[in-house]
């Protein structure tokens, strides 16, 4: 019986020693002194340390400094016999100084009276999935943050358009509380006469016929006004492909429809000063003519064609100084130096004029400075009048009695000042025009500015946000999906890398529309590189990118490649359907070859427009540095797009 006892003994030592060598988790059996007595060689790997040292050193000097009361209180109720087991993670300290992250199982063995006697320490490196949750925090963080922080309305609906979640920008687009927001239908608060605009679309957009779509509409705020938004709606699907939810960026367009009403009334108003001036030059019975500084005239009345005899397109071309009298040509010279000069505003003289026929007249010449608005002279308006009559007259009447020479003086006085208000009444048209020109250039670069912004958010939204937002839901399933299934988990998290690169490089993309110089100071295998990792975070289709040489290029050829890559990869995106992609990059000294294939659905190349906007461009692109594109495709055997340039002195090279 004893020998029997014995030998069960002896088989459950040896059962106990093989798993203690051999498992893959690291075990020490602890004194409650707190030193080793056994360790097995999992934990020699582990740590870093021989076996030898693990023995002569107290368990805390393997832990992390600032980890090392974590344990305290759990460790005192198990010696105190509250507790037969306990777990626990801390960092640890490996021979080497690497600090890891480790779980620890705790447990009392007891002896007699049930008193602990020893401890058995199950040691496990959890240190990268530590790391990985860590990581997935952080972006959760980060997503969070940009969704509450974000200077455009966000906000996640439901498949019947009820609102899930709203950022701030969004609660007070429409001034609802968050709670207010949530499960508000917007379909009843949009107006009336908008609710069908996007019916069709976002019917497409749910079946999953399309990836997104944008709309402008009229919301009903909550204090009963209407408010004027531009709405980006995307569909943010499951891992089966279907939508689960709407992810709409909204931004308060009221502002900017205001100003486009503002600009056709200030339009009209211009149209009609124009008129106006137009009705009054055409119409006027003096010459008038707008000129340049230089005198050369830009715009000519018919009233000049009549006093001077000359055609209207003649005098176009002719310079004015020309049609005075030898004599009398150089007489205003110092007066019409100080007019360009901006010293006088106006001046006037009478010259002697030799009209196309030869003969010779008098004509009253004024020229008035039209200034810019930094008050500096911009063109002249030059009115002339035939004072041939008066001349003889003034002439015959320097013989006869006094009162006939006042009487005349009198009629001319008065004629001056009918043709000096006349003048004015232009000058002030002049006037209103330029500030009705001013007011429309500041409302067109405030336009200007306001469509690059919009541009610049939706390129956001589509390449970063909505890669980013992907990525963050993956990073919320993945540890619930860890514990379930690990192999899937890790298909995740090879996604989540995906996403995150993706995301990287579309967001170098973006900067890279912002500095295009930028482009010809990047490697051409880098650029296009960048675009493919941007290709997969944005559609998570494989790419295989095969490159071969790398030589510097011209900056007009590197450009032209890059745009075509670019291009070819959208395209791809939008209409292949593919499931591979496949892009080469070759280059020598001489020449560059690419080459972009997909095997989506294709399409025929008979039935496609030679006009296709993207297709032209591409083309255009090619011719400017004189390389050879070539497109083919079949229907269900998808596309290749190929561009091939060989180094050539006599053509030169061009970027569009």
Request: aromatic content about 6%; hydrophobic content about 40%.
């Amino acid at each position: 019986m004893q020998n029997k006892l014995l030998t069960e003994l002896q088989e459950a030592e040896a059962g106990f020693r093989a798993m203690f060598e051999n498992s893959a988790i690291g075990i020490a059996l602890v004194g409650l002194d707190g030193f080793p007595r056994m360790v097995n060689p999992a934990i020699v790997r582990m740590t870093g340390y021989s076996e030898r040292e693990l023995l002569d050193m107290p368990g805390l000097a393997m832990s992390y400094p600032e980890d090392r009361s974590l344990a305290l209180a759990p460790m005192q109720e198990l010696l105190e016999g509250k507790r037969n087991t306990f777990r626990s993670e801390s960092r640890f300290v490996r021979k080497n100084g690497e600090i890891y992250w480790v779980r620890q199982t705790i447990s009392a063995v007891t002896g007699q009276g049930g008193k602990p006697r020893e401890l058995v320490i199950m040691v496990e490196d959890i240190d990268e999935s530590k790391q990985a949750t860590l990581a997935l925090q952080e972006s959760e963080a980060r997503f969070r943050a940009m969704f509450d922080s974000a200077a455009i309305g966000i906000g996640m609906m439901d498949l019947k358009r009820r609102v899930i979640r709203g950022n701030l920008q969004a609660r007070g687009l429409l001034g609802y509380s968050e709670d207010e927001l949530r499960n508000l239908d917007v379909i009843e608060h949009t107006h009336p006469e908008d609710r069908d605009i996007d019916r069709i679309l976002f019917s497409e957009l749910i079946s999953g016929e399309r990836d997104s779509y944008q709309v402008e509409k009229r919301y009903r705020h909550k204090d009963g006004h209407w408010v004027w938004a531009r709405s980006t709606l995307s569909a943010v699907k499951g891992f089966d492909g279907r939508p689960m939810y709407i992810l709409a960026l909204v931004e308060d367009i009221s502002e900017h429809k205001r100003t486009l009403a503002e600009l056709s009334e200030s339009t009209e108003r211009l149209r009609s000063s124009e008129a106006r001036f137009r009705a009054m030059f055409d119409n006027a019975a003096v010459g008038m003519a707008l000129m340049g500084m230089d005198r050369r005239i830009l715009q000519i009345n018919q009233a000049t064609e009549r006093i001077t005899g000359y055609p209207l397109d003649e005098l176009m071309t002719i310079d004015p100084t020309q049609l005075a009298h030898p004599d009398d040509r150089f007489l205003d010279n110092e007066l019409f130096a100080k007019l360009t000069r901006g010293e006088i505003d106006r001046y006037q003289i009478e010259k002697r004029f030799i009209r196309k026929d030869g003969t010779l007249f008098w004509g009253r010449v004024t020229y008035t400075n039209v200034r810019n608005a930094g008050k500096k002279p911009e063109y002249l308006i030059g009115m002339i009048e035939d004072i041939t009559e008066q001349k003889h007259t003034m002439e015959r009447l320097a013989e006869q009695e006094a009162e006939y020479l006042l009487t005349l003086q009198k009629r001319v006085t008065e004629r001056t000042h009918e043709l000096e208000e006349t003048n004015q009444r232009l000058h002030k048209e002049i006037e209103q025009r330029l500030k009705i020109e001013e007011e429309l250039a500041e409302n067109a670069a405030d336009q200007a500015v306001t469509a690059e912004r919009t541009r610049l958010a939706r390129d956001l939204h589509d390449a970063v946000t909505q890669t980013l937002f992907s990525a963050s839901l993956t990073a919320e399933v993945l540890p619930e999906l860890w514990e379930v299934d690990v192999e899937e988990a890790k298909k995740s998290t090879e996604e989540l890398r995906q996403l995150t690169r993706g995301a990287l490089a579309e967001m170098r993309t973006l900067l890279l529309e912002l500095r295009p110089a930028t482009l010809t100071q990047t490697r051409l295998v880098d650029l296009i590189r960048q675009l493919c990792e941007a290709f997969i975070g944005r559609s998570r289709l494989p790419i295989k990118l095969t490159v071969e040489g790398e030589s510097e290029l011209p900056p007009e050829v590197q450009v032209a490649f890059y745009r075509v890559a670019q291009e070819s990869l959208n395209n791809v995106f939008k209409y292949a359907r593919a499931t591979q992609v496949d892009v080469k990059l070759f280059i020598s000294p001489s020449s560059v070859h690419f080459e972009t294939c997909d095997n989506g659905i294709g399409f025929d190349m008979a039935a496609s427009k030679p006009t296709s906007l993207g297709m032209r461009i591409m083309h255009e692109r090619a011719e400017a540095i004189g390389a050879d594109l070539s497109i083919s495709s079949a229907v269900g055997s998808g596309t290749c797009v190929e561009m091939t340039w060989n180094k050539n002195p006599n053509i030169k090279l061009r970027v569009l």
